[in-house]
C-alpha cells in the first residue's frame, strides 16, 4: 500500500493564496474584510447586511452514522465535496464549525478534514484560530462574575444564591472543575456557594452567537438569557444585571464570520462551534446565511451522527434561521460499519462482509431519520485503502435495497478528483426541488412530548424517565412562556441508546432525562441525558502529551 504523508504533512505543504483573492471570488472587496495575518479574515458586518437582497443558494448537509474510533470522515467529506463541486464548475463553498482546544489536546484531535480534503491554515484553526472561543469564554464569565458581584453589594435583585443556574466555561476538557465551591476564603470573597464548570463549546453564549442573525439579534439574545431564581421562583435574566452590554462588546468580531481556503483553494467559513453532543452542533447561522448569498452550493455539516448533529441542524438551526435544506449526504466508512458490526478494531484490515451487513443496520436507521425531515439523502462511502470490492458492493447493495444511492469517495487521497461522481449526483439532487423539508415536531407541541418524539422517533426508544422535579421544572418552563422552544438533546454520541457501548441499530431501550436547563437566549432547552457530561474529561492518555515544537519551531502531533 501506498505511504501517505500525514494531515499536518500535506497542510504546511499546501500553496495557499492570500486571502483576498479567495475573498475576491466570491465577490467580496478587500475593503470588505478583515484580514487575520495573510491566510484567514472575517467578513464585515456592513458588507454582510449589503447581501439582504440576494437570492440564496442552495444548502447541503453533511451528516454520518455514529462515530466509532475507527473514524468516519464527516468533515474530510464535507471539504472534498465542496472542492468536488468547485471542480465541475459549480460554484461552492463550504461551511464547518471551529475546533475546540479541548478534544484537540484530548482524544478526537482537530477538525479542519484529512489528506488532501482539509481546511487550511490547519495548525492555526486547531489552535486559537481569530480568538472567536475565547472572546466567548470571556463573555460567559464576565456574565459570572458580575452574578457573585450583585450578590457581594447587597443582592438588590434579591437572587436566591441556591438557584444561581449560569456557571463557569473555559475550553479544555477538566473534570476536576465539573463541581466546585466558589468564594471561599473569608467575607472579603463573597458568599460561598457550590458552582462548577463547562466546556466553552457548551455554554448558552457559544449558542447564542451561532443563532444571532446581527449584533442587536446578539444582544437582546445575550439579555434573555435565565441566571439565577429569586426565592419567590421568578427568573433573572442577563439584562437585569445590565451585563448585555458589554458582552455584546466582547464578541462584537467574534460575531464576523471567518473565511479561509481548501487546499485546492476554493472559499471555506468557519465561524462557531458548538458541540453536538452537548449542544446544537452547527456552525453559526450568520456564516451560512452569508455563504447562500455569496455561492450557487454550500455544503455544511453537523456535529457526530445523524441521529444528534442532523436532528439538531434540523430542529433548531433551520427552525430558527429559516433554512431549506436541499440535499443531504450522510457519510460511511466500511471499517466503521464493520465496528457496528462486532469487529474489533485490531481487525478492521480484515475482509469481513458479514460484519458489514450487520453494521448497515445502523446506516440505515440513519437514512430512514433523514427520510422524516422531507430531505433527499445520498451516501458517500468515505474510502479507505484496506476497503475490499466486496464489502463495497456489500454497502452499495443494502443502500440500494432502501432505495438509495451510495456513492464510493477517494477525496481522503486524491483530493476534489476522488469525488466527482458524488458532486455530480449531489448538485442534481440539490437541483431537482425535491426537498420537502419540515422539523419532527410542531413548536406547540409540550416540552416533554419534544423529547419523547424525538427519543422515539430518532433514537428508537421505547420511552422517556425523568424524575418528577424534572418534568415539573419542564412545565413551570412552560407557564412561563417557553413551551414553544425545541428541545436539544445532550446524549453520547456514540450509539442511538444512552449505552455508548450499544453499537448497530439497538430498539426498544428507556432513555433517562436526568437533567433540564433552559437556554432562554439560545431559544431552545437543553435535556442532559444519562451519563453525558458538559465538561469532558481528559483520556487516560491524552493527545497533549505528544504535542510540541520541534527543531524548526514547527508544531508536532497535532492533528
Known amino acids: 500500500m501506498a505511504e501517505f504523508k500525514s494531515d499536518i504533512a500535506i497542510a504546511r505543504a499546501a500553496k495557499k493564496k492570500p486571502i483576498r483573492e479567495i475573498a475576491a471570488r466570491l465577490g467580496i472587496e478587500e475593503a470588505d474584510i478583515v484580514p487575520y495575518g495573510h491566510d484567514k479574515a472575517k467578513i464585515s458586518a456592513g458588507f454582510i447586511k449589503s447581501l439582504a437582497g440576494r437570492p440564496d443558494g ?27 463541486l468547485n471542480r465541475i464548475g459549480r460554484r461552492a463553498c463550504v461551511c464547518i464549525r471551529e475546533a475546540s482546544l479541548g478534544p484537540n489536546f484530548g482524544m478526537k484531535g482537530g477538525a479542519a478534514g484529512g489528506g488532501y480534503a482539509q481546511i487550511v491554515p490547519m495548525e492555526d484553526m486547531n489552535l486559537h484560530f481569530t480568538g472567536d472561543f475565547h472572546a466567548i469564554t470571556t463573555a460567559h464569565n464576565l456574565l459570572a462574575a458580575l452574578i457573585d458581584n450583585h450578590v457581594y453589594w447587597g443582592n438588590a435583585l434579591d437572587i436566591d444564591t441556591r438557584r444561581i443556574t449560569w456557571r463557569r466555561v473555559m475550553d479544555m476538557n477538566d473534570r476536576a472543575l465539573r463541581g466546585i465551591v466558589a468564594s471561599l476564603g473569608g467575607v472579603a470573597n463573597g458568599y460561598p456557594r457550590e458552582s462548577g464548570f463547562d466546556i466553552t463549546v457548551a455554554s448558552e453564549v457559544m449558542a447564542i452567537l451561532c443563532l444571532a442573525t446581527d449584533l442587536a439579534d446578539l444582544e437582546k439574545r445575550l439579555g434573555a438569557i435565565v441566571v439565577a431564581y429569586r426565592r419567590d421562583k421568578t427568573p433573572v435574566f442577563a439584562r437585569d444585571l445590565k451585563a448585555d452590554g458589554a458582552m455584546a462588546v466582547l464578541l462584537k468580531d467574534a460575531m464576523q464570520p471567518n473565511l479561509v481556503q481548501t487546499l485546492e483553494n476554493n472559499p471555506a467559513f468557519v465561524h462557531g462551534g458548538p458541540f453536538a453532543n452537548i449542544a446544537h452542533g452547527c456552525n453559526s447561522v450568520v456564516a451560512t446565511t452569508t455563504a447562500l448569498k455569496l455561492a450557487d452550493y454550500v455544503v455544511t455539516e453537523a456535529g457526530f451522527g445523524a441521529d444528534l448533529g442532523a436532528e439538531k441542524f434540523f430542529d433548531i438551526k433551520c427552525r430558527k434561521a429559516g433554512l431549506k435544506p436541499a440535499a443531504t449526504v450522510i457519510v460511511a ?64 447493495a443494502y443502500v440500494a435495497q432502501m432505495g438509495e444511492e451510495a456513492v464510493v469517495c477517494r477525496h481522503w487521497a486524491d483530493g476534489s478528483a476522488g469525488i466527482t461522481e458524488l458532486a455530480e449526483k449531489v448538485a442534481r439532487l440539490a437541483d431537482s426541488s425535491a426537498a420537502q423539508f419540515a422539523p419532527l415536531y410542531h413548536d406547540a407541541l409540550g416540552l416533554f412530548e419534544k423529547i419523547e418524539t424525538v427519543v422515539r422517533r430518532i433514537y428508537r426508544g421505547a420511552e422517556v424517565t425523568a424524575e418528577k422535579t424534572v418534568r415539573d421544572q419542564l412545565a413551570a418552563w412552560e407557564e412561563a412562556g417557553y413551551g414553544n422552544l425545541p428541545v436539544c438533546m445532550a446524549k453520547t454520541q456514540y450509539s442511538f441508546s444512552t449505552d455508548p457501548t450499544l453499537r448497530g441499530a439497538p430498539d426498544g431501550f428507556a432513555v433517562h432525562v436526568r437533567e ?17 457530561m458538559t465538561m469532558p474529561g481528559l483520556p487516560s492518555k491524552p493527545a497533549a502529551e505528544t504535542i510540541r515544537l520541534n527543531a524548526a519551531g514547527e508544531i508536532e502531533g497535532l492533528f
Request: a neutral charge; hydrophobic letters at 45%; proline letters at 3%.
Open 58 to 84: 442552495k444548502l447541503i448537509l453533511v451528516t454520518a452514522i455514529n462515530p466509532t474510533p475507527a473514524g468516519e470522515g464527516k468533515t474530510t467529506t464535507t471539504v472534498g465535496l465542496g472542492d468536488g
Open 333 to 396: 466508512t466500511v471499517r466503521a460499519l464493520k465496528m457496528n458490526g462486532g469487529v474489533g478494531k485490531e481487525d478492521l484490515g480484515v475482509e469481513n462482509v458479514t460484519a458489514v451487513k450487520a453494521g448497515c443496520a445502523n446506516l440505515g436507521r440513519h437514512i430512514e431519520n433523514i427520510r422524516q425531515f422531507g430531505v433527499p439523502a445520498i451516501v458517500a462511502i468515505n474510502h479507505f485503502g484496506t476497503d475490499t470490492e466486496a464489502e463495497l458492493d456489500a454497502i452499495k
Open 516 to 532: 433540564v436547563r433552559l437556554s432562554a437566549g439560545a431559544g431552545f432547552v437543553v435535556a442532559i441525558c444519562g451519563e453525558i
